[in-house]
């Protein structure tokens, strides 16, 4: 049973009528007035012990040279294995040079933005985040920092060997920040613009409760057609590149018809745009489910935000174990033929080999190379109608990939009926012959 595409319908909600009665006497009004005027000036103390005295974040731009590494092709694609396995081992040794010192309690987190070459070695330029008193200067705080990791460069056992004359701080607000982070794909932050780290998202789709907050799952989309409301979810690949399912245009596939929305909630959206193209693979078939994957262009660029952002698209030879852990996020139903939701909610499901999807007590051979499956064998937990389209991401290093689309499944969460994904990994020659990504 194919997860078909959901119209929206708004839940009513009953109006509760509550009985009046006489309160207001001359003295409960003057304690009454008593009480609020305290509140408030507690209350301004309280803020403004914070405002002064409150943690603040500071960002800053590091650049050096590590010297005993060599440059590789494929640093400069940063969707690569390479790419990503160095940078997390540059972002780790910064993690331990910090927690190793007196800043530990400091230090939040750092990025790498770009490895680029050098006759010695390879350039380094990562983003370093740090909490300090407000009242702490930028200044000061860099050259802390800069103390710190001289020190460390003296005691400390490195794996990368950096050349401490090559070395560069410069604080920069958190706009440029993000603008730096912008070219990396797969990087969830809170509108402060803290990281947001992989274990914190474990609620479920099929009988949760809880919604994502804002900035947990930026790259998720909402596809709606105009006058009838949300159809399927999509994935933010590009500022203007969307990847969705196919069988979300079965019955329309004319792009001026539809529109993509951005944030937690569909109603009210925190971004809208027109869809400007629709591009449904060639050889999709609706009979058997195959090369269930459409892309999206949007009709003009969307800004990154911590609320906006693209997610990465996997290596093509990415192959993940069984029992992996994803999440599959979307505005569906949280129970079988239930109504839309217009809160976003998510899901840990662990990933269930091919072999197994193809019993004959589960699938019983429908699951072809072009597909993956996730959920759990004994049921409960699932993406549902509504959710088609939608993205089904797993974390390496805190970066999240785009696995899988969400196609298909018999009902939601039954046993031994897990979701089917199409498999991001198997298009990725594809995908990038329609978009360049």
Avoid at 40 to 69: M, P, R
Avoid at 92 to 99: D, E, K, Y
Avoid at 228 to 247: E, Y
Wanted: contains cysteine; glycine residues 6%.
């Amino acid at each position: 049973m194919m997860y078909v595409p959901a119209e929206f319908s708004e839940a009513d909600y009953p109006r509760v009528h509550y009985q009046r009665q006489q309160f207001w006497d001359p003295t409960r009004l003057s304690l009454f007035t008593v009480a609020i005027v305290a509140i408030i000036v507690i209350s301004i103390g309280i803020v403004t012990h914070f405002v002064v005295e409150g943690d603040k974040s500071f960002y800053y731009l590091a650049s050096f040279k590590v010297t005993n590494i060599k440059y590789k092709e494929n640093y400069g694609i940063k969707t690569s294995r390479e790419f990503i396995e160095r940078c997390y081992q540059i972002e780790r040794m910064m993690s331990r040079i910090f927690q190793h010192s007196s800043g530990k309690d400091r230090f939040i987190k750092s990025h790498v933005i770009q490895l680029s070459p050098d006759e010695n070695g390879v350039n380094i330029l990562m983003v370093l985040m740090f909490q300090y008193p407000s009242t702490d200067s930028a200044e000061r705080i860099r050259k802390k920092i800069k103390r710190i990791l001289y020190q460390s460069l003296k005691t400390q056992q490195l794996p990368l060997t950096i050349n401490k004359q090559s070395f560069t701080l410069t604080p920069i607000d958190s706009k440029k920040m993000r603008n730096f982070l912008n070219s990396r794909c797969g990087i969830r932050m809170t509108s402060s613009y803290v990281p947001l780290p992989a274990f914190f998202s474990t609620e479920r789709i099929v009988q949760g409760s809880k919604t994502a907050m804002e900035g947990e799952w930026p790259w998720q989309a909402s596809l709606q057609l105009i006058g009838v409301g949300h159809q399927c979810g999509a994935s933010l690949i590009s500022n203007t590149w969307l990847i969705t399912a196919a069988h979300c245009f079965r019955r329309n596939k004319d792009p001026r018809q539809w529109i993509a929305t951005f944030g937690t909630t569909i109603t009210p959206p925190r971004v809208r745009r027109n869809v400007a193209k629709i591009i449904i693979h060639e050889n999709y078939h609706r009979e058997t489910n195959e090369n269930d994957i459409a892309l999206a262009q949007l009709a003009t660029r969307v800004e990154f935000s911590n609320v906006v952002q693209k997610v990465c698209l996997p290596d093509s030879s990415i192959k993940l174990p069984p029992k992996t852990r994803v999440f599959v996020t979307g505005f569906g139903s949280i129970v079988d033929d239930g109504p839309t939701q217009n809160r976003l909610r998510q899901a840990r499901v662990e990933t269930i080999s091919t072999g197994v999807c193809n019993r004959k007590d589960v699938y019983d051979g429908l699951i072809t190379s072009g597909m993956l499956c996730a959920g759990f064998m004994e049921g409960k937990v699932d993406a549902c109608k509504g959710d088609s389209g939608g993205p089904l991401v797993y974390d390496n290093h805190d970066i999240w990939y785009l696995v899988g689309i969400v196609s298909w499944g018999q009902s939601c969460a039954r046993p031994k009926k897990p979701g089917v994904y199409t498999r991001v990994a198997q298009y990725r020659d594809w995908i990038a012959s329609k978009t360049g990504i």
